[in-house]
């Protein structure tokens, strides 16, 4: 799907395929660098290639995951990946991340992911999304409010940042 930005250009929002293998793994590396609110740090970033291919597959062949990429002048710039439930009793929900580079912040990217996913969501017929935000990203949470998000309660200290343990806030969204 194509979007126009708030400055007037042209973002392509698509399905990752195996050859932007390289390119996701550089933009994770950069996005946990550039972010205080991301899980991984720098060098937990796995840098196998090969295994990354497998993971775009997997997302690819099931019916219920989607991984997307936010193409702007033909670089990755963004990425989102929802896995959903793969038993009977949670196969109508799923979870999902996002990153976009920082030097794109601000310009209708991470809307432009989430409303992809949220149509795709409904297409496929999952009922409900699901995210964990970590306590004090207001972008992000201004981001999920925006497209319809609840706040459903807190993980208290379940991440432990720079000497601080700090608190995970669910938020989900029902589509059903
Ligand atoms: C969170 C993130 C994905 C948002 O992406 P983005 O491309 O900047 O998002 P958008 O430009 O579409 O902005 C979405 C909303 O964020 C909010 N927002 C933007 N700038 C903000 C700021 N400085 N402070 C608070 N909220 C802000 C606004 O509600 C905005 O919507 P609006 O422009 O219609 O008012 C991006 O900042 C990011 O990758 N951060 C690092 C990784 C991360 O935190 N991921 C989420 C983990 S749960």
């Given at each position: 799907?194509?979007?126009?930005?708030?400055?007037?250009?042209?973002?392509?929002?698509?399905?990752?395929?195996?050859?932007?293998?390289?390119?996701?793994?550089?933009?994770m590396?950069?996005?946990?660098?550039?972010?205080?609110?991301?899980?991984?740090?720098?060098?937990?970033?796995?840098?196998?290639?090969?295994r990354?291919?497998?993971?775009?597959?997997?997302?690819?062949?099931?019916?219920?995951?989607?991984?997307?990429?936010?193409?702007?002048?033909?670089?990755?710039?963004?990425?989102?990946?929802f896995?959903?439930?793969?038993?009977?009793r949670?196969?109508?929900?799923?979870?999902?991340?996002?990153?976009?580079?920082?030097?794109?912040?601000?310009?209708?990217?991470?809307?432009?992911?989430?409303?992809?996913?949220?149509?795709?969501?409904?297409?496929?017929?999952?009922?409900?999304?699901?995210?964990?935000?970590?306590?004090?990203?207001?972008?992000?949470?201004?981001?999920?409010?925006?497209?319809?998000?609840?706040?459903?309660?807190?993980?208290?200290?379940?991440?432990?940042?720079?000497?601080?343990?700090?608190?995970?806030?669910?938020?989900?969204?029902?589509?059903?």
């Amino acid at each position: 799907m194509e979007y126009k930005l708030k400055d007037g250009r042209v973002l392509l929002v698509r399905e990752a395929n195996e050859n932007d293998a390289k390119e996701i793994l550089e933009h994770m590396e950069l996005v946990v660098s550039e972010s205080d609110f991301l899980l991984s740090e720098p060098d937990e970033i796995d840098w196998d290639i090969e295994r990354e291919k497998k993971i775009i597959k997997m997302y690819r062949e099931s019916k219920n995951d989607l991984f997307l990429v936010a193409e702007f002048d033909g670089k990755v710039v963004g990425m989102l990946n929802f896995r959903g439930g793969k038993r009977r009793r949670v196969k109508h929900k799923g979870e999902f991340g996002i990153s976009v580079r920082k030097k794109y912040w601000g310009l209708g990217i991470g809307s432009a992911l989430l409303n992809t996913l949220i149509l795709w969501a409904k297409k496929v017929g999952i009922k409900k999304i699901q995210l964990e935000v970590v306590d004090g990203n207001e972008r992000a949470i201004n981001l999920y409010l925006k497209y319809g998000f609840e706040i459903e309660g807190r993980k208290k200290r379940a991440v432990f940042k720079d000497g601080i343990y700090i608190d995970l806030i669910i938020m989900g969204r029902w589509l059903g």
